[in-house]
Every structure is written in C-alpha cells, then in structure tokens.
C-alpha cells in the first residue's frame, strides 16, 4: 500500500503539488535526522506528528488517502505493525482518543499501554527529558493528550521515537484529518467546499484552519468578540493558502456553507469560566434555525462529546444531517493510518533508534 501512496503523489500534477507553499518544518524536526535507511520517503518526511503544520498539503494528502485505503481494506493491515509497542499518558479524560487509538493499534497487530495521567501532569515529578529517554527505549511510538503544547513539543525534543499530538490546549490535529475524511467522502474534492465554525476559537478551530489550508479549501469561523483562534494559528493557515474568514456573526458565517461545525463552549482547563461563558455563547448554538442558513446539503459536524441544548440541539445533532458519529468513526482510520505512516512501510523516515 505505501508504493501505491508515492505513486499517486508523484503522479500528480507539478502545479496541483505545488499549489501552497510547504511550510518549514518545526524547529523540533529541523534538529532532529533520521538514522540511515534504505530508501529516501517521497511523501511521509514527519518524524512526529505534533501539529499540522508539521504535515504540510503533501503529508495531509498521504494521511487522508492512506486512511481511506485502510478503512475499504483493513484486512490487508492486520499484520502492519506487529510486534510494535505504543504508549499513551492522557492528562484529560477521553473516550473517542483513547479507544479509537487502541483499537486502532490493536488492529494493525501492534499493542498499547495506557497511563492515567490525570491527577497530574506528565512533568510534575520528574524532568520531561528524563521521561522521554526512559520511554524511547521501551516503547515504538507515544500518544499524548495532554494541556500544553510544550509538552507534546518538549517529547519530541527529547524522545527518539514518534511522537503524536492527540490533544493539547493549541491544536487537535488527529480530530481535524478525521473531520476532512469525512467531508471528502460526503462532497470529493473539498478545494471548492467551505466549511462554517461556530462558538469558541479552540484547539479544534485551529486544527480546522490549519487543515483546511493543507487541502486548499475555505473556512469560516464565527466566534464572540474576544473568542477569536490564536492570531498566529491564523497566519500559518494563511501562510500554507487557505481561503479565512473570521466574523463575529454565527449568521453571515453559515450563510450557504456545505459544513457546519461547533465544539463545546467551555474547553477542559477553562471549568472557572464556565459561568461567564454560558452568558456570551448562546447567540453562537447550532440549532435549526440557524442550519437552514446553510446549503441544502449541508452536513453538521461536531468534534464530541456534545454539551446538548448549549452549543447544539437535539434537533439538529440528532437530524440526518449530522454526521459526528461518522467523524468519530473516522478517528479510528486516520490514527491507523498515521501509525502506520510513522511505524510502517516505506513512506515514511526509517525509523529512529536510541542505541546509535
């Protein structure tokens, strides 16, 4: 299947591959060589996956192609990664992370180990770098879901194995390629699609943008003054060429948009806002009157768990219009196939070792 990736990619057109510019690898990867290998990647350069910028356009495209092949043929991958190890620390609670990644990786061949990391964060009792040596010889790969950024970064630093970002307070880049499957199975070619986000200018907002500028597609984002995504997450989505527009009014947002999206209010680690929040969304619920600005065809989308009768209704989340158990289901495809880019086949850097 890896072959079947480079491929398709170098048959592309020289201008469809070079439509946006590829953004500079982050700091952490520029450092960072792999040992030598047999073959030089044509697609899959990521050492790690910690935000979307890391991807770039290309590494977007051998995501969400290789996940849609696994998930028409995952037979043919029941052995793709056996005997590889993959550990996971969570400093938040989960339920679509958590499973789809162990399922994901169980059904590759390979095995997980989970590690609570709720009642305190990864660092809190020894040094980050101590971690990150002692884990890069046991394990293949490491999973994070944590609350900062710098610490998905900061593994990465250290760690001579992958690293992958499955949350943090700035980016939910798993959950995005998901969301992106998804909209290219339902409408194909997404460059002429736009999606509409209403409410807070989240991690999964920024995700979102950063995506969406990777297929070359168009985003509006619709949040409470104040609320709006990070201005830097905006200006590398911009960098990379997508088509953004951040507006204030849910309305103009929606206005003919093929997707509609929201997540929650009030994001875990923002408990003591919670109050003050519930004031200023309501304007910014997805409910019917708001979905009929939309396209006939559109699709509503959320990232889960869902706050019912705060950011959605059930009238809407429950319509046939939703697809979010769809995007949950995607999850499952696109952690197996960043894995498998990051662990297996010949699309990818050979992979790192902590004895040389």
Partial sequence: MSASIAQRYKSQPAR????????????????????AGQRVPQVFWCPDLISTRDLGPAGVDAVLHLAGVIKARPEEFRRALAGRQMVMFFEKPSLR??????????????????????????????KLSDVAHNLERWVDVIVLRTFSQQTIAGMAEHARVPVINALSDLEHPCQALADYLKLQERFGDVQDRCLAYVGDGNNVAHSLL???????????IATPPGYEPSPEIVAAAQEIGAVIELLNDPHEAVCGADAVYTDAWTSMGQ?????????????????????AKAAPHAVFMHCL????????????????????????????????????????????????????
């Fill in 16 to 35: 469809a591959r070079a439509r946006t510019k590829e953004p500079e690898l982050n700091s952490h990867i520029q450092s960072r060589t792999a040992v």
């Fill in 210 to 220: 950063l995506t969406c500028a990777c297929l070359g597609s168009a985003i509006r």
């Fill in 97 to 126: 992370t958590r499973l789809t990644f162990e399922a994901g990786m169980m059904s590759l061949g390979g095995s997980s180990i989970f590690v609570d990391q709720r009642h305190e964060r990864l660092d809190a009792r020894e």
């Fill in 305 to 356: 768990p869902a706050h019912r009768g705060q950011e959605v209704t059930d009238e809407v989340i429950d319509s046939a219009q939703s697809v979010v158990f769809e995007q949950a289901e995607n999850r499952l495809h696109v952690q197996k196939a960043i894995l498998h880019l990051l662990l297996g086949g010949d699309d990818r850097l050979p992979a790192r070792s902590a004895h040389v």
């Fill in 271 to 291: 408990e003591s806002e919670t109050d003050e929040r519930a004031e200023i969304f309501p304007p910014y619920q997805v409910n019917s009157a708001l979905m």
